[in-house]
């Protein structure tokens, strides 16, 4: 059994001590001051916002870093100002004009537009990470300069490439890749060129509500409150401690050696969620699970075969009994919690009609076919599942378990048959999967641009145009709708047979309160969370 004691030596650093001071006795209680998260934190790689792309990096950056505006929390059609008090547009979409609020670094130095701009330049210039969700506006590090300027101290301007819808270009600036840094203390710690990057990959020079105290790789990472920024509650740090094992981030949650549990399964889930001790916090983040047909086999490139795999699957029984707090039913490619997401769930098991669709495509006898999944649960539970499914309207499926890894690769090379598979949105606008699940502007085999439609061969210009209208309607409120409207029928007439959306939950001790997950980790955020 890990002791409190041997739990905080183990992390090893002199910034600890004072709170080993108050941990004599083993399972007391956090200092009150101080949060402590349970959290597998191994895919951490850099804490520069410029670089990282990466979900637990993305939720300590932003913790760190603020950027213009932020997505709403409560209603993700709209962003709230953050850096930016207010923002406009000119006659031809294309000129954007931005006015500071008043905000300060954590080294109490005010955030400027000349921060901002010099930020914007970083991130285009260094092309890492998620650099394509702003150059996608036509900058390039030969033009940003002169496409991104800061006109005084509190004003900056944004020129794009074409005219643009001003809520598309908000969302991504949202993204940590539009992370403002100080540039004053970036430049200051700059080696052969390099923009600060070494020095930024494991500090931090932000105005978010926390800075980085330190960061141990697969260890812990502890975040201490920022003076000058803009959290009000009562904590001085946060301490995220890297903790593998879901059965021991549950025993600390239960002694009371962390406040927060970050990746208990269903099961352990379940032994707390009626447990006046324990609150959890949940959130669909933009994860979906989905299976793709390629159309490369010619069984599979039948309307009615897509159709048939969709009427044939027991989605209730799938969800209830093999994921029941970690997923739920979704069957559109724009996740719950994004601008223009639906709820529609049209598909349900109906066997009946699943045959009439096999009858119609001329394949009443079925067919054999082979699906890749990943090896991880719950993929191989779902995989039986639907291989049973499935093998009630005559398609026999032979199933194939590999690594995450493997079975992208064999997608990538277009070699799958059917792929039981995720994907991950990258940026908060429903363009960023809109784009991935409808545009394939070239099916050649030698195609210089290969994004998802093209690893399943399918090319579908009518859903493309639409995408692209969609994405550079002006009126946001028409291009909620024509989003809408564009899974509708995605959802009736593609290869691709969304079945579920993720769901993370974090435990928390009563007396914690505050803490919100997002549908990005980016959006995971500890400004509000304080303890009892």
């Known amino acids: 059994m890990v002791s409190r004691r041997q739990f905080l030596i183990g992390s090893g650093t002199l910034p600890f001590l004072s709170y080993l001071d108050l941990a004599q006795t083993a399972f007391a209680a956090t200092p009150k001051d101080v949060l402590v998260v349970a959290q597998q934190l191994d895919n951490m790689t850099s804490l520069d916002p410029h670089e990282s792309f990466e979900a637990v990096g993305g939720e300590v950056i932003s913790n760190m870093y603020q950027k213009l505006v932020r997505p709403n929390t409560d209603d993700p059609s709209k962003v709230d100002p953050v850096l930016a008090a207010s923002w406009q547009a000119d006659a031809d979409d294309k000129v954007f004009t931005f006015k ?37 506006f036509g900058f390039t590090p030969e033009n940003v300069e002169s496409r991104i300027v800061a006109t005084d101290a509190e004003t900056l301007m944004l020129t794009t490439e074409k005219p643009t819808a001003i809520a598309f270009l908000l969302y991504c600036l949202s993204a940590n890749i539009a992370a403002v840094v100080e540039k004053k203390v970036v430049l200051a710690n700059e080696t052969n060129g390099d923009m600060g990057n070494a020095w930024l990959q494991k500090n931090s020079a932000g105005s978010g509500s926390f800075q980085l105290q330190s960061w141990k790789a697969s260890e812990a990472i502890s975040l201490t409150l920022n003076p000058h920024g803009p959290y009000k509650g009562n904590l001085k740090r946060v301490i995220l401690r890297h903790v593998t094992d879901p059965a021991s981030q549950l025993l600390m949650l239960k002694k009371g050696d962390v406040d927060i549990a970050r990746d208990l399964t269903s099961e352990q889930l379940r032994t707390i969620q009626n447990d006046a001790e324990f609150t959890l916090v949940t959130k669909s983040i933009a994860s979906l699970v989905l299976i793709s047909l390629n159309q490369g086999v010619a069984n599979l490139a039948k309307p009615q075969v897509w159709q048939a795999v969709k009427w044939a699957l027991d989605y209730k029984g799938m969800q209830e009994n093999i994921v029941p707090l970690t997923h739920k039913i979704h069957q559109s490619f724009e996740p719950e919690g994004f601008p223009a997401a639906i709820s529609d769930t049209p598909f349900q098991k109906d066997i009946a009609k699943a045959k009439a669709l096999m009858a119609e495509a001329g394949l009443a006898d079925g067919f054999d076919v082979t699906m890749d999944h990943y090896a991880a649960q719950p993929y191989p539970d779902l995989a039986q599942a639907i291989q049973a499914n499935l093998a009630e309207i005559g398609i026999r499926v032979k199933l194939q378990s590999a690594e995450n890894r493997q079975v992208l690769t064999k997608m990538r090379a277009r070699q799958h048959e059917m792929a039981l598979s995720a994907w991950g949105t990258d940026y908060f ?32 210009d009518d859903f493309a145009a639409k995408a692209e209208a969609a994405r550079d309607e002006k009126d946001p409120a028409k291009r909620i709708a024509l989003y809408e409207e564009l899974q509708r029928e995605h959802m009736q007439n593609s290869p691709f047979v969304f079945m579920f959306q993720t769901v993370r939950t974090a435990a928390c001790r009563k007396g914690v309160s505050g803490f919100q997950l997002g549908a990005l980790s980016e959006a995971n955020s500890y400004q509000e969370t304080s303890k009892a």
């Open 100 to 136: 500071l609020a008043k905000a300060s670094f954590a080294s109490g130095s005010p955030v400027t537009a000349e921060d901002v701009a010099f930020s914007l330049h970083r991130a285009i210039k260094m092309n890492k990470g998620a650099a394509f969700i702003i150059n996608q």
């Open 429 to 460: 606008d429903p363009n960023s999967n809109g784009e991935v699940f409808t545009i394939n502007k070239d099916n050649s085999d030698d195609a210089k641009s290969k994004p998802f439609l093209w690893r399943s061969r399918y090319k579908n």
